[in-house]
């Protein structure tokens, strides 16, 4: 009924889809590890969450941040704040004509720096790694802004 | 001067986009909801924002947190966390060349299933509504990665 | 190798796109400036972060919050809310055959208001400048999403 569009015949825009999709799912695993640790650490953030703990006054101790709590959710917030833009300015890079090795360069670097980044920032690792780590996927989105908007500009 | 590209005739693509534009929708109704209960509650986060109340010395008590206020916040920042990963994945998932039914059934279900988890954090209504909400749209933004990841994988 | 797509051809999808890039590269200045005030005003999230400021007993009393750097993420967290509706939204809006000079004209209201908002935001100017700037911005996306599932909706 519906068939492969023109785009899946663009090598650089189905490498464009394919690693968002990577880091999306790697980005949907900060959700599944917050989960584990607002249950490890009994900390919550809403009442109707702790009726299973017993009643609300001898729960209520439970609704509380904690530190490693915050620290995923962090994590989780950094990750939102760089990838949109690499999905963003990727959709322009990857119908800019970018040479295809080239491109799975600027992927392939962007989703192994976010990989690294999480990995720092819970573990944690000592800085610069975590602030490193951001950096290199900073610059690569930089460098697909850069690629894009001279290409293809049109304002 | 501009015309409908091919990709409007891609069913699953229009599919898809009518969806998020949708589900897009709902999340700017957070910004609104906030933005009600910033007024009813008087509870605000600017010393600029709360000048047309009184003078800055009778009026800084509305510099405050409110738990309504930051319930609806909590609520929107899980629609991005979610709803990103659906844009993003459902990209790659539409453009895979999905049964048109099949694309259907999970853009669907992922909407209502958002739908229902505003409903279930903003009333509130007792767990596990919400977090099973969460995780219907979780598993449907999943089982669209494993489809695109499957049938279009480029590394 | 790879070769620009039809989609390249269409205008208002390359308007879109670049566009698209702009908006967000003004938002990952957003992250350039919380750095800045974190390393300004010594406030920082991570106790790793602080290691270079001393040992952890003298360097705590900087994992802090401080008004500037909340600012500036609040306002970070604001645009995310705000372009990510535009670039899903706005995904559907060009792909539904716009008039090119329409199209552009949503898409420089809504990066000028973002540019605004964020300077309102920072300086910031007194209210109702942020206020408004916000809601051209929310406007511009409902105008795009009317016109975007009015034209090619597809439930």
Same mark, same amino acid.
């Given at each position: 009924?519906?068939?492969?569009?023109?785009?899946?015949?663009?090598?650089?825009?189905?490498?464009?889809?394919?690693?968002?999709?990577?880091?999306?799912?790697?980005?949907?695993?900060?959700?599944?590890?917050?989960? !584990?640790?607002?249950?490890?650490?009994?900390?919550?953030?809403?009442?109707?969450?702790?009726?299973?703990? %017993?009643?609300?006054?001898?729960?209520?101790?439970?609704?509380?941040?904690? =530190?490693?709590?915050?620290?995923?959710?962090? +994590?989780?917030?950094?990750? /939102?704040?760089? #990838?949109? =833009?690499? &999905?963003? &300015? %990727?959709?322009?890079?990857?119908?800019?004509?970018?040479?295809?090795?080239?491109?799975?360069?600027?992927?392939?670097?962007?989703?192994?720096?976010? /990989?690294?980044?999480?990995?720092?920032?819970?573990? =944690?690792?000592?800085?610069?790694?975590?602030? /490193?780590?951001?950096?290199? %996927?900073?610059?690569?989105? #930089?460098?697909?802004? +850069?690629? %894009?908007?001279?290409?293809?500009? !049109?304002?």
């Amino acid at each position: 009924m519906s068939k492969i569009t023109q785009l899946m015949k663009n090598e650089a825009f189905l490498a464009y889809s394919t690693y968002t999709a990577i880091v999306l799912l790697k980005m949907m695993l900060m959700s599944l590890i917050t989960i !584990y640790f607002r249950l490890a650490r009994k900390a919550f953030s809403n009442p109707e969450d702790i009726t299973a703990l %017993g009643n609300y006054e001898t729960a209520k101790k439970y609704l509380r941040t904690d =530190p490693d709590v915050e620290r995923v959710r962090r +994590c989780h917030l950094n990750d /939102l704040e760089n #990838i949109v =833009p690499f &999905i963003g &300015i %990727g959709l322009l890079y990857a119908l800019s004509g970018p040479d295809l090795s080239t491109a799975l360069l600027h992927f392939r670097i962007f989703v192994m720096a976010r /990989l690294f980044h999480t990995i720092a920032y819970v573990t =944690p690792l000592p800085q610069p790694s975590r602030g /490193l780590s951001w950096l290199v %996927g900073f610059v690569v989105t #930089i460098s697909m802004a +850069c690629r %894009g908007l001279t290409t293809g500009l !049109y304002l």
